[in-house]
């Protein structure tokens, strides 16, 4: 069984060295994921940009706002000016609402780290076999200080039991 470990790092630069650091020590990069705003050049594991809300609904209201008067027009006529902003303004709200539904289902384990995620720092998921849970997260806290340990939960973990 494995457990997946959070870790923060302010400096996206600070986490591409762990990552390094834990893929020269054996670690495999299949176990190991990156989320962040600012990703660092040179990552060799999978890596996903997270988005802020903005930048999540922007994409799909573009694509609304402009496939829906296109559509319309080639089903059944030329719009007026009227019907065709009309058509844009609901194009928008549906891919909009559409592309912010599909990013908050793709992000909701990130969620508890938005703001950190917001301020360009990195977090990074490692799958470690449960029975090494303790050791990675001594060896870590150890050698890089200037990372935050969360744990086993991405929100970061409670103190105590």
Do not use: C
Request: a neutral charge.
């Amino acid at each position: 069984m494995t457990t997946t470990l959070y870790i923060r790092a302010r400096e996206p630069e600070n986490g591409r060295r762990l990552i390094d650091e834990l893929l020269s020590e054996g670690f495999s990069a299949d176990r190991l994921h990156v989320y962040g705003n600012n990703l660092p050049q040179g990552l060799r594991v999978e890596a996903t940009r997270w988005r802020s809300t903005p930048t999540a609904v922007l994409p799909g209201a573009v694509i609304g706002a402009v496939a829906l008067p296109i559509l319309w027009l080639l089903l059944f006529q030329t719009p007026s000016q009227t019907m065709a902003l009309l058509l844009a303004i609901v194009g928008g709200l549906a891919g909009g609402a559409w592309s912010l539904r599909r990013e908050r289902h793709v992000q909701t384990p990130l969620s508890a780290q938005r703001q950190a995620l917001t301020r360009g720092e990195l977090l990074i998921a490692a799958k470690v076999d449960d029975e090494r849970v303790g050791e990675v997260e001594r060896q870590i806290s150890e050698r890089h200080p200037e990372m935050l340990m969360l744990g086993p939960d991405p929100a970061g973990s409670p103190p105590f039991p």
